[in-house]
């Protein structure tokens, strides 16, 4: 009888008894929404990426969509965002009714090209989503300049970038509002969760009305000064978040140290490229390790091959211009953002966790080298 062949998930949460203990501490309390857990929370987190203000919502999509709703966005606006990126960092402008403009990427950084964004402005654009894929931070000051000149609103979609430094800071220290996210695979969890932070006041004070469904600061229960949505955090995910940033340090560094062994035993593999590395202004948070295959190589048949050695992977990402309703809903088709399409293609996301230990992560560094070899 053969031993059961090793299984490698993609992700996992890196939780432990603190997170359940503050949770008791909250069942307990009786405060299960709107309590102490929250403010806690947020005064945390804006402290940990260097913003004065935060507010958690239910998800980083419901944060996008929040400071869409700031911005202004309605029918007949675009918005630009990136075609390499989640769904939502484009979803956020269908929800008021924006049309999205799609800028292509760098096709080393895999983030947006200024010059793209620029190019794709019109006397219709109103806002920029800017995202730093796979943790690596975007050309920032370049973007905030043309959105100055050009008048736009200005939003970095930080959801895979918790502790990415910028110029030497937090992204979220550099005065835009952005929006961070907690789903089981981001840096931290909180199980569902999102947060926005800002530097100004007012911005914070109205995201902190909307997610609770419009009610005016000081105002009753009843009293609905805004059309709001039920966009709220409750205290049982603030605490599981509270115990996350106590060791987000910890969280960072052992997800640098996964990253820095895959670099070495993925090095020198003939078709797989690694990811593009950090420089003086960009310093990557981990949030998930993506190689690219050289053309040619057969990435279906390397994800078949890797799938039956128990290792899984993920195609990330399709560009966002290419799903099903985008197409039929504004055209969109092969060759409109061509860099990314190419990135989409033949990029593949590898096991990358903060528990990951340096056996699994050999098992799959063989696997690779094997099944690329496979697919030559
Ligand atoms: C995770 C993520 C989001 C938001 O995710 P939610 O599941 O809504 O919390 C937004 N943009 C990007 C780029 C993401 O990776």
Same mark, same amino acid.
């Given at each position: 009888?053969?031993?059961?062949?090793?299984?490698?998930?993609?992700?996992?949460?890196?939780?432990?008894?603190?997170?359940?203990?503050?949770?008791?501490?909250?069942?307990?309390?009786?405060?299960?929404?709107?309590?102490?857990?929250?403010?806690?929370?947020?005064?945390? &987190?804006?402290?940990?990426?260097?913003?004065?203000?935060?507010? %958690?919502?239910?998800?980083?999509? *419901?944060?996008?969509?929040?400071?869409?709703?700031? %911005?202004?966005?309605?029918? !007949?606006?675009?918005?630009?965002?990136?075609?390499?990126?989640?769904?939502?960092?484009?979803?956020?402008?269908?929800?008021?009714?924006?049309?999205?403009? &799609? %800028? =292509?990427?760098?096709? $080393?950084?895999? $983030?947006?090209?200024?010059?793209?964004?620029?190019?794709?402005?019109?006397?219709?654009?109103?806002?920029?989503?800017?995202?730093?894929?796979? !943790?690596?931070?975007?050309?920032?000051?370049?973007?905030?300049?043309?959105?100055?000149?050009?008048?736009?609103?200005?939003? /970095? /979609?930080?959801?895979?970038? #918790?502790?990415?430094?910028?110029?030497?800071?937090?992204?979220?220290?550099?005065?835009?509002?952005?929006?961070?996210?907690?789903?089981?695979?981001?840096?931290?969890?909180?199980?569902?969760?999102?947060?926005?932070?800002?530097?100004?006041?007012?911005?914070?004070?109205?995201?902190?009305?909307?997610?609770?469904?419009?009610?005016?600061?000081? !105002? !009753?229960?009843?009293?609905?000064?805004?059309?709001?949505? $039920?966009?709220?955090?409750?205290?049982?995910?603030?605490?599981?978040?509270?115990?996350? #940033?106590?060791?987000?340090?910890?969280?960072?560094?052992?997800?640098?140290?996964?990253?820095?062994?895959?670099?070495?035993?993925?090095?020198?593999?003939?078709?797989?490229? #690694?990811?593009?590395?950090?420089?003086? =202004?960009?310093?990557?948070?981990?949030?998930?390790?993506?190689?690219?295959?050289?053309?040619?190589?057969?990435?279906?048949?390397?994800?078949?091959?890797?799938?039956?050695?128990?290792?899984?992977?993920?195609?990330?990402?399709?560009?966002?211009? #290419?799903?099903?309703?985008?197409?039929?809903?504004?055209?969109?088709?092969?060759?409109?953002?061509?860099? +990314?399409?190419?990135?989409? +293609?033949?990029?593949?996301?590898?096991? &990358?966790?903060?528990?990951?230990? %340096?056996?699994?992560? +050999?098992?799959?560094?063989?696997?690779?080298?094997? *099944?690329? *070899?496979?697919?030559?």
């Amino acid at each position: 009888m053969s031993s059961a062949p090793r299984q490698i998930g993609l992700s996992a949460a890196y939780l432990d008894e603190r997170e359940e203990q503050l949770v008791l501490e909250v069942l307990r309390s009786g405060r299960l929404s709107l309590g102490p857990s929250i403010d806690r929370f947020e005064e945390q &987190f804006a402290a940990a990426v260097g913003a004065p203000y935060a507010a %958690a919502v239910s998800s980083g999509t *419901a944060g996008l969509h929040l400071l869409c709703v700031l %911005a202004g966005l309605k029918p !007949g606006d675009e918005a630009i965002t990136s075609p390499f990126s989640f769904a939502a960092s484009a979803n956020c402008f269908l929800y008021e009714g924006a049309t999205p403009v &799609f %800028a =292509d990427i760098d096709p $080393n950084t895999l $983030n947006m090209d200024p010059a793209a964004v620029e190019a794709a402005i019109t006397p219709r654009t109103r806002a920029i989503v800017a995202v730093d894929i796979f !943790g690596y931070p975007c050309e920032l000051a370049e973007l905030q300049a043309i959105a100055d000149k050009h008048g736009l609103a200005l939003i /970095d /979609d930080s959801c895979e970038a #918790l502790g990415s430094l910028y110029k030497g800071k937090n992204l979220g220290a550099h005065g835009q509002d952005a929006v961070w996210a907690f789903y089981p695979n981001k840096q931290m969890t909180t199980g569902e969760g999102g947060m926005v932070t800002t530097h100004d006041e007012h911005t914070w004070k109205m995201i902190k009305s909307l997610r609770n469904q419009g009610r005016a600061d000081g !105002g !009753g229960w009843l009293d609905h000064a805004y059309l709001g949505y $039920n966009y709220r955090i409750d205290d049982i995910r603030a605490a599981i978040g509270i115990g996350q #940033l106590e060791k987000l340090d910890r969280i960072l560094g052992l997800r640098d140290e996964v990253a820095e062994r895959y670099h070495q035993l993925l090095a020198g593999i003939d078709g797989v490229e #690694l990811p593009w590395r950090d420089d003086a =202004d960009h310093k990557r948070s981990w949030f998930v390790y993506v190689v690219k295959l050289a053309k040619g190589i057969d990435r279906e048949q390397v994800i078949a091959h890797l799938a039956a050695a128990g290792v899984a992977t993920s195609r990330y990402l399709p560009s966002i211009h #290419l799903q099903s309703y985008m197409r039929e809903r504004f055209g969109f088709a092969e060759g409109l953002c061509p860099i +990314s399409e190419d990135a989409s +293609s033949r990029t593949l996301a590898v096991p &990358f966790y903060t528990g990951l230990t %340096a056996d699994d992560q +050999s098992y799959v560094a063989d696997a690779v080298r094997a *099944a690329v *070899a496979a697919a030559h």
